[in-house]
């Protein structure tokens, strides 16, 4: 069920993805090519499956918030791009292949993720069907979130605080490197849809819940996990000598409090009216995933 569901929302976020960023024959067809590269390597598109499950739930009609999920998408991909290049985690693979330095030279990757980034806003200003007051709300929602007070925010201190990283800093950058991003899928489909603001707030805190266990069992997958599936490397904590919640607690504990954060949320989900089945399934699934 879920299986399905999922491969269904990613084949028409994939067909939107392909217009939103053509190919080209123009001078610069090589950032293009790199983009596209990294757009298409096969991504679960969980964030912009999660924008538009939440826009349906108050209320909205799911193809009117297509550019907007897949902009989501677009800054989620200038992030892996990023993340994986030498000054950052130097990952040299990425959902199987390559990763994008790897493939088309750093300089290369660099201008991709700038270039997905920038263009991310103008599809996300591209939304038809939804008044121009909900759009700009929920834009200026993503911008503050994948900033420095959300995604970067996180990024800066995974860089910077890798030797000396607490407990309580290591909580702070979970939700901004890894849920910001999954809180703008919630609260920008809430908002888009038109939701009031005590939803919305429910909604962010649900996204705060399932980002903190998504990263601890990106945690647990990292030192545990079946690097083909991965599609990764297996190991690159360790190698970077980060502190993550694994290295705290340990697999076992790690994983109950996955469950125990993915419950919560499935509790908030319990507390908003209207048909949440689906976005349950999705939650559940993101803590049972294997890669």
């Known amino acids: ?17 392909n217009i939103l960023i053509p190919e080209t024959s123009a001078n610069y067809k090589d950032v293009v090519e790199s983009e596209r590269y990294s757009v298409f390597a096969g991504g679960k598109r969980i964030r912009p499956i999660l924008l538009l499950e939440f826009y349906k739930l108050f209320g909205g009609e799911d193809d009117c918030a297509y550019n907007f999920a897949c902009a989501v998408e677009m800054i989620h991909t200038y992030s892996l791009i990023h993340d994986d290049l030498p000054c950052m985690d130097n990952d040299d693979l990425r959902r199987g292949k390559p990763s994008n330095h790897i493939k088309y030279g750093e300089a290369m990757a660099l201008l991709a993720g700038d270039a997905l980034l920038t263009e991310s806003f103008g599809v996300a200003a591209r939304t038809m069907g939804i008044s121009p007051e909900l759009v700009t709300k929920a834009i200026t929602y993503l ?10 925010g996180g ?14 800093v290591l909580k ?18 809430a908002v888009l849809a038109g939701a009031d603001e005590n939803s919305i707030k429910l909604c962010e805190t649900y996204a705060e819940k399932i980002g903190f266990a998504f990263q ?7 030192c545990s996990g079946n690097e083909e599936k991965l599609g990764k490397r297996i190991g690159s904590d360790d190698k970077n000598n980060k502190i993550t919640m694994v290295s705290i607690y340990g697999v076992e504990k790690c994983r109950l409090m996955a469950k125990e954060l993915t419950n919560e949320a499935l509790d908030i989900l319990d507390s908003l009216n209207g048909d949440t089945d689906t976005l349950k399934e999705i939650t559940k699934y993101l803590l049972d995933r294997e890669y």
């Open 1 to 17: 069920m879920i299986d399905l569901l999922l491969k269904n929302y990613q084949e028409k976020i994939d067909m939107r993805l």
């Open 143 to 152: 911008s503050a979130n994948s900033g420095v007070s959300g995604m970067i």
């Open 155 to 168: 990024q800066v201190i995974d860089t910077c605080t890798k030797g000396e990283m607490t407990e309580e």
């Open 172 to 189: 702070e950058m979970y939700l901004l490197k890894t849920g910001a991003l999954l809180k703008i899928s919630a609260v920008c489909g």
């Open 216 to 222: 601890i069992i990106d945690d647990i997958l990292d």
